[in-house]
C-alpha cells in the first residue's frame, strides 16, 4: 500500500451496524467523516512508522516460522528466577501448561527490577481522585507498600495458594493489593467496584477466599457509597472468609468485626516493610476472575503466572508501541474487569511505564474531564471503549476542542465492536489525523490482546480488528462442519495454544472442556464470537454467539439476569435479550411474566424489578427496557425461544412459530412490544 493515510475504495463493511450517533454531529465534521468512510484504510503516518518499535511486517513471518522460538523470546522479556526447561507441555490437551521448570514473581517483574535498576523515582501512576486530587505513586513507593501489606497478609495466615478478594474503586491501593498478592502467591480474585455485594459474596463463596480487601466507602458522583457496611450483612455467610482489610478511602468510619477486620493503614503502619517476592511455579495460579457465560453462574477464569505475564508484556510492548522513557499511558478501564487487570497493571508496570489513573467516569464532574486529563499529564496513548467513544461523539468535538490533546500519539479501542464512524470521528477529533488506532480484540479468557493492527506495520480499516498478533493463530470456521473460510462470516476460533490462555475454569474443569474446546476437539479453542474475514484476510468481529450480551463493553448473560428477575417474589418467569443500541451497542431487554392472574405489574413494579437486578447484579445489568408479557414464547418441550422475541425486539419478520406450543403468544408480544415502543 502506498505511503499517504488514506486508501480508498472500502468494500469491507461494518463491523456493526453503525449507531446514528452521527446525527446531530456538527454537520461540517459530520460531512467530512462521512466522506472519509469511503476510505478503506488508513496506513501508519509515516512519523509513527519512523519511530515505531516495529515497523517491519517480517515479525509476523518470524513468529509463524517457529512460534514456540518466537514465545521464548517473549518471555525472555521478563526477570525468570529460575529459566524453563520446557515452553509448552501439549500432552494432555486441552490443559496446556507453559514454561515449565521456569520460576519468577509477578510483583518482583512489576516492581522490584525497576527499582533495582535504579529507576524507582519514576512514577508508575499519576492518580486523579473525583474532587480533582492528585497523587503521584512511583515504582519505589507501590514496592514499598506492596511488600508491607504482603507482611500483613503473611501475618493473618495467607499463603501461596489461598484466595484472596479485591473489592475496591480506581486508587492506587487497588494495585498495591493486587500485587501484594502476588508477591506471596495467593491468587487475587478481583470483583469490579459496579457488582453489588450480592455479587462480591457469590464470587468469594464460589472461590472460597480467605481474605477480602476492601473500601470503607467509595466515591461515586460527588456522594460517598457505603461499601462495608453492606458487605458485612451477607459476608458473614461465607465462612472461609476470615480477615477483611479495609482501607480508609474516606473520613467516614465503619463497622469492623473484632477479629476478623483490621483497618489497612492500622495494619501497615507496624510491620516489617521487607518483604522478599518468592519464586513460584510458572504454573502457579495468578489470578481468578469472574466472568459471564452462557448460565447463571459466572465463570472463574484461571490465569498463571509466566504465560499470563508473558503474553501482557508483550502485547503491551508491541501493540501500543511503548517508548517508557517518554510515554504517559492511558487506559481508561476499571482495574476490576480484564482490561484493567492486563493494560492498567501487569502489561504497563511489566514495561516499566509511567500510567494515568483516574478515578471517576466520563462525566464527572464535567464531560470534558477525561480531556483535561489527557492535556493535565501530557498523555500520550488512550486505550478505551466504543461505548465511550459514542458518548463522546453526543457530546460534541468542541468539548475535547477545548483542550491541547497534541500530546496523543495513539489510540486503542476495545471491549466490543467499533462502528466504523466512531472510529472515524476518535481518529479525526482526538487524535487529530496524527494517530494510529488499535481496535484490539480479545477476552478474559484469552488474557491479553490477540487480534489487532500493529501501529507501525498495518494499514488500518476503520472496523475491523485486523490480524492475528506474531505467535497467535486465528481462523472463521463453517459453522457446520468446522472448516476454515476464506471469505465470508462463520465463527472465531483460536487454532494454536498460546501462554497467556486460560488454564482452566476454577474448580469446574467439566465445563471448561465443554465450554471451549468440545464443539471442535481439545486443540481448537472456541471463542464464542462470530466473525467475517474479509478479501484481504482480515478479521471484522461481529459479535458473540451464546447467550452473553454485551452492554457497554460489560459481559453479561442472559441466564443471570433472568435469574435476578425471577427472584423477585412477584415474578413468575423471565427472558432476557441483547438489543442493539446506539450508545450502548447492545442493551439488556427483559420479557417479564408475573405471578397470579395479572399481567401488567405497572411503572412501579418495573422499577422495582430494575432495582432488583441493580441489587443481586450490579447497576449496569438492570434492563433498558422491560416489557410485561402475559406467556413466553415455548417450544412443546418448555425451551422459551429467544430468537422470536430477538426477532420482535429488533423490529424484524417474526421467524419460524411452527414449533411453538401456543402460536399466539407472539400476537400478543408483537402487538405489546409495538405498544411499549411507542
Ligand atoms: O465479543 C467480544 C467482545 O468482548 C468479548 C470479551 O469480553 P470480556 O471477556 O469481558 O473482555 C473484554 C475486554 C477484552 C469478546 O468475546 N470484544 C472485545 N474486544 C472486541 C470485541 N468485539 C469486537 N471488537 C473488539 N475489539
Redesign the pocket.
Known amino acids: 500500500m502506498t505511503d499517504g493515510t488514506a486508501n480508498e475504495t472500502r468494500d469491507s463493511g461494518a ?1 456493526s451496524e453503525d449507531g446514528s450517533a452521527i446525527e446531530g454531529l456538527e454537520s461540517d465534521l459530520a460531512r467530512e467523516l462521512e466522506q472519509q468512510s469511503e476510505i478503506e484504510s488508513f496506513d501508519p503516518p509515516e512519523q509513527f512508522k519512523a519511530a515505531a518499535i516495529w515497523s517491519d511486517p517480517s515479525v509476523y513471518e518470524e513468529a509463524e516460522r517457529d512460534p514456540l522460538a518466537w514465545w521464548e523470546c517473549q518471555a525472555e522479556a521478563l526477570d525468570w528466577a529460575q529459566r524453563w526447561e520446557t515452553v509448552l507441555d501439549d500432552s494432555n490437551p486441552p490443559f496446556y501448561k507453559w514454561f515449565l521448570g521456569g520460576r519468577l514473581n509477578a510483583s518482583y517483574n512489576c516492581l522490584d527490577r525497576h527499582v533495582e535498576a535504579g529507576r524507582g523515582d519514576r512514577v508508575a501512576y499519576h492518580w486523579r481522585g473525583e474532587g480533582g486530587e492528585e497523587r503521584d505513586v512511583t515504582y519505589a513507593e507501590l514496592h514499598c507498600d506492596v511488600q508491607k501489606l504482603a507482611n500483613v497478609l503473611k501475618d493473618r495466615g495467607i499463603s501461596a495458594g489461598d484466595v484472596v478478594g479485591i473489592y475496591l474503586p480506581m486508587i492506587p491501593e487497588v494495585v498495591v493489593a493486587m500485587l501484594a498478592c502476588a508477591r506471596i502467591g495467593a491468587p487475587h480474585n478481583v470483583v469490579f467496584g459496579g457488582f453489588s455485594p450480592e455479587s462480591v459474596k457469590e464470587r468469594m463463596e464460589f472461590s472460597e477466599a480467605k481474605a477480602l480487601i476492601t473500601v470503607n466507602r467509595a466515591r461515586r458522583k460527588g456522594k460517598a457509597a457505603p461499601i462495608k457496611e453492606p458487605i458485612d450483612d451477607l459476608i458473614g455467610d461465607v465462612p472461609s472468609v476470615e480477615t477483611i482489610i479495609v482501607i480508609r478511602n474516606t473520613d467516614d468510619d465503619a463497622p469492623m468485626t473484632e477479629g476478623r477486620d483490621i483497618w489497612y493503614h492500622e495494619a501497615i503502619a507496624s510491620v516489617d516493610d521487607e518483604c522478599p517476592a518468592e519464586p513460584l511455579d510458572a504454573e502457579h495460579p495468578l489470578f481468578i476472575l469472574y ?1 459471564s457465560g452462557s448460565t447463571a453462574k459466572p465463570k472463574g477464569i484461571l490465569h498463571t503466572t509466566g504465560g499470563y505475564l508473558t503474553g501482557a508484556a508483550y502485547t503491551t510492548k508491541h501493540v501500543f508501541d511503548v517508548k517508557p522513557d517518554s510515554d504517559t499511558y492511558w487506559c481508561a478501564a476499571d482495574v476490576g ?3 484493567g487487570h492486563s493494560y492498567i497493571v501487569y502489561g504497563p508496570l511489566l514495561n516499566g511505564l509511567t500510567s494515568v489513573m483516574w478515578e471517576g467516569g466520563p462525566d464527572y464532574p464535567s464531560k470534558d474531564i477525561w480531556w483535561e486529563i489527557a492535556e493535565r499529564y501530557k498523555a500520550t496513548i488512550l486505550y478505551t471503549a466504543p461505548t465511550a467513544i459514542r458518548a463522546f461523539m453526543k457530546w460534541g468535538a468542541d468539548l475535547p476542542g477545548k483542550h491541547d490533546l497534541s500530546s496523543l500519539r495513539l489510540l486503542g ?6 462502528n466504523p464512524k466512531a472510529w472515524l470521528w476518535y481518529r479525526k477529533v482526538i487524535g487529530g489525523e496524527r494517530c494510529p488506532i488499535v ?7 484469552t488474557g491479553h490482546i490477540m487480534i489487532s493492527p500493529l501501529p507501525g506495520i498495518t494499514s488500518t480499516k476503520p472496523g475491523s ?1 485486523m490480524r492475528p498478533l506474531p505467535g497467535i493463530a486465528a481462523e472463521v470456521v463453517d459453522e457446520r462442519d468446522g472448516k476454515p473460510i476464506e471469505e465470508g462470516q462463520g465463527l472465531l476460533v483460536l487454532t494454536r495454544p498460546w501462554p497467556g490462555m486460560l488454564r482452566t475454569l476454577y474448580r469446574e474443569e467439566e465445563r471448561f472442556k465443554e465450554t471451549y474446546f468440545e464443539r471442535f476437539g481439545s486443540e481448537t479453542y472456541l ?3 462470530a466473525a467475517r474475514l474479509d478479501k484481504d484476510g482480515d478479521f471484522w ?1 461481529i ?2 454467539i451464546d447467550d452473553v450480551i ?1 452492554v457497554s ?1 460489560h ?1 453479561m448473560s442472559t441466564a443471570e439476569i433472568e435469574s435476578a428477575i425471577v427472584s423477585h417474589p412477584r415474578v413468575a418467569e423471565a427472558a432476557a435479550i441483547g438489543q442493539n443500541d446506539e450508545d450502548t451497542g447492545q442493551a439488556v431487554c427483559a420479557f417479564v411474566t408475573l405471578e397470579g392472574a395479572t399481567s401488567d405489574g405497572g411503572d412501579e413494579l418495573m422499577t422495582e424489578i430494575r432495582e432488583h437486578v441493580g441489587t443481586r447484579i450490579g447497576k449496569f445489568a438492570r434492563p433498558k427496557r422491560l416489557v410485561w408479557a402475559a406467556d413466553l414464547p415455548k417450544t412443546r418441550s418448555g425451551k422459551i425461544m429467544r430468537r422470536l422475541l430477538r426477532d420482535i425486539a429488533e423490529g424484524r419478520e417474526v421467524g419460524d412459530v411452527t414449533t411453538l406450543r401456543d402460536p399466539d403468544v407472539m400476537k400478543d408480544l408483537e402487538q405489546k412490544f409495538g405498544g411499549e415502543e411507542a
Open positions: 463491523a466472568t474487569w480484564v482490561t479501542s476495545v471491549g466490543e465492536p467499533i481496535d484490539t480484540w480479545w477476552q478474559t479468557e480488528a471463542v464464542g464470537d468481529v459479535g458473540r454485551n463493553g459481559r
